[in-house]
């Protein structure tokens, strides 16, 4: 069908505006604060065209957290390409993104300590964050160590992200000492000392 493509892509461009008048809302009202019709007018649209693209307040939520995974993933990806240690990567990949999410207003207000039961549940049932903490996690393990094994890792990852944004330590240096000392040794399989 002629100009379908032309559709498809301005649905896509119309569910970004979304998410992106979305990041604002969350950002200035927090995440369990802001409703449909507070992004809807950060969007100029109305909330029937808001319910159009994504039927419930879930669903929004789920396409945001998908969305700022990809786009994370996609940025440390890049930055931690020439990063040859294993080690190395795997402690830079987690200090960064950890960073990154706290950088970002919209995306941060998902781990206020009020919210941050609520994201976790939310974290735990994403798709996205799960294939893409288990294909981060990919190049680090033991291939002989089989599927079940490396989808417990990538899960226990997200969840030792989740409890750094929830619960910081006091410095930069106390969070890094962390991952170093107990969070890589126990997903590379060292002896934590």
């Known amino acids: 069908m002629p100009g379908s493509w032309l559709r498809e892509e301005q649905a896509d461009l119309a569910a970004d505006k979304i998410l992106e008048a979305a990041d604002s809302a969350f950002a200035d009202l927090g995440v369990w604060r802001t409703r449909m019709g507070h992004i809807a007018r950060c969007a100029g649209c109305s909330r029937g065209t808001l319910y159009r693209?994504?039927?419930?307040?879930?669903?929004?939520?789920?396409?945001?957290?998908?969305r700022s995974a990809r786009s994370l993933a996609?940025?440390?990806?890049?930055?931690?390409?020439?990063?040859?240690?294993?080690?190395?990567?795997?402690?830079?990949?987690i200090l960064r993104a950890v960073q990154k999410v706290r950088d970002r207003p919209g995306t941060r207000a998902w781990f206020d300590p009020q919210a941050s039961g609520r994201t976790a549940r939310i974290s735990r049932g994403s798709e996205v964050i799960d294939t893409m903490s288990n294909a981060f996690l990919e190049s680090f393990l033991d291939p002989t160590n089989g599927?079940?094994?490396?989808?417990?890792?990538?899960?226990?990852?997200?969840?030792?992200i989740v409890s750094l944004l929830t619960m910081p330590g006091e410095n930069d240096e106390e969070e890094r000492a962390l991952v170093e000392r107990f969070v890589v040794p126990a997903l590379l399989d060292e002896r934590a000392t």
């Open 53 to 66: 693209y994504f039927k419930t307040r879930h669903e929004l939520h789920l396409a945001y957290i998908d």
């Open 147 to 160: 599927e079940p094994r490396g989808r417990l890792r990538g899960r226990w990852l997200v969840r030792v």
């Open 74 to 93: 996609a940025e440390l990806s890049t930055e931690l390409a020439e990063i040859e240690d294993p080690r190395t990567r795997l402690v830079e990949g």
